[in-house]
C-alpha cells in the first residue's frame, strides 16, 4: 500500500466514479482501476460495489476512507510544517473562481500574484459556487471566491464584499438610456427569466425576496453560463439579475443591445473567499489569501464607482 493508491482510492470514493476520478486525476481509467486492484488483492477485501450510476463503498471500503482521510491529512500537514519552516511561498495554488469575477478580476490578480509570488503556479478554475464548495470538499481546490453562504463545519469564510443585483433585459426601440431607473420586486415578478438552477445563490436569494411580496419566480431557461445568458438576453429570450461584475465589458462600457434597471429594495448578493476545514493550510495558501482580498476587494470597489457613475443623471 502507498500513498498514491489511498489518494487514488479517496478520489473515486469521494467522486462515486472511476471515470469521474480519473478525469479529476488525470489519469487512464485502466490505470486508475489497476491501482485500486492492486489496493483490494493487498487488503484481501472489496472496496467498491459497480453499480449501474457508478461505484459505492462496501464495508471495507468505508473504513478504508476513514483511515486514508487521517493519513493523507497528516502527509498535508507534514507539507504544511515543511514549508513553513523554510518560510518560503511556491508550488501551485488552486483557487475556484466565479463566472462573473472573470473579465474584471482575473488579470489584475494574475499580475499581482506575478509581482508577489513569482514561483507560484496560479491555476484558476471557473464555476458557480456550488460547484465551487463541493470542489474544495474533495481537495480539488485550495480555496475559492462563492457568493451568498454561510460557514459551515466543513468551511471557513473570509467576507470580501457586497455587490448590488441588477436587473438585464432585451434593449427595446422606447429604452431611452442604457442604465437608468429601477424596478420593483412585484414587477420582477411578472418577467420570465434565464437564470441557473437551484442550488445557484443569486436565484435563491432572488426567490426568497420575491416571496416576501408572496410573489414566484418565473424562470423560462436554466442557463449556467454567463456569456450564454448575456447572449440569450440580447435576443429577446428573457431577462436575467446579476451582480455588476457581469454586467459590460473589462472597462465599465455597456452593451447598447442590453437595458441595465436597479431593483428596488436594493438586492445584494455577498462575496466570501472560502478554504476548507478538512485541509490544512499550507504558507503559500495563507499568504495568497491577503493578495486574493484586496484585488477582488479593489475591483468591487472600482466596479461599483463606475456602474454607479452610469446611473447619475447628465
Known sequence: MDIKQLEYFSQVAELGSFSKASAFLDIAQPAL???????????????FERTGRGVTLTAAGTRLLKHSRGILRQIDLARSDIDQHRNVAEG?????????????????????FREQFP??????????????????GIGRLDCGVVYNTTPT?????????????????????DDDVTLGGSITLEALAELQFIMPGRPNNIRLLLEQSLATVERKIKVRYEIES??????????????????????????????????????????????????STHRPSNLLTQQALGLIDSVIREEIRQRSIAVRSLMLPA
Open 119 to 136: 514561483g507560484v503556479t496560479l491555476c484558476l478554475v471557473e464555476g458557480l459556487s456550488t460547484h465551487i464548495l463541493e470542489w474544495l
Open 33 to 47: 482501476s489497476r491501482q485500486i486492484r492492486q489496493l483490494e488483492i493487498e487488503l484481501r477485501a472489496s472496496l
Open 153 to 173: 463545519a466543513n468551511v471557513d469564510l473570509l467576507p470580501l464584499a457586497e455587490e448590488p443585483l441588477f436587473l438585464i433585459s432585451p434593449r427595446t426601440p
Open 226 to 275: 454567463i456569456p450564454a445568458i448575456h447572449e440569450l438576453v440580447r435576443r429577446g429570450h428573457g431577462h436575467a439579475v446579476l451582480p455588476m461584475n457581469a454586467i459590460g465589458d473589462d472597462n465599465c462600457h455597456l452593451d447598447k443591445r442590453l437595458s441595465v434597471r436597479a431593483i428596488q429594495p436594493e438586492l445584494a448578493t455577498s462575496l466570501w473567499l472560502a478554504t
Open 92 to 112: 501551485r495554488l488552486v483557487l475556484g473562481w466565479p463566472p462573473s469575477l472573470g473579465r474584471t478580476a482575473t488579470v489584475p490578480l494574475v499580475e499581482a
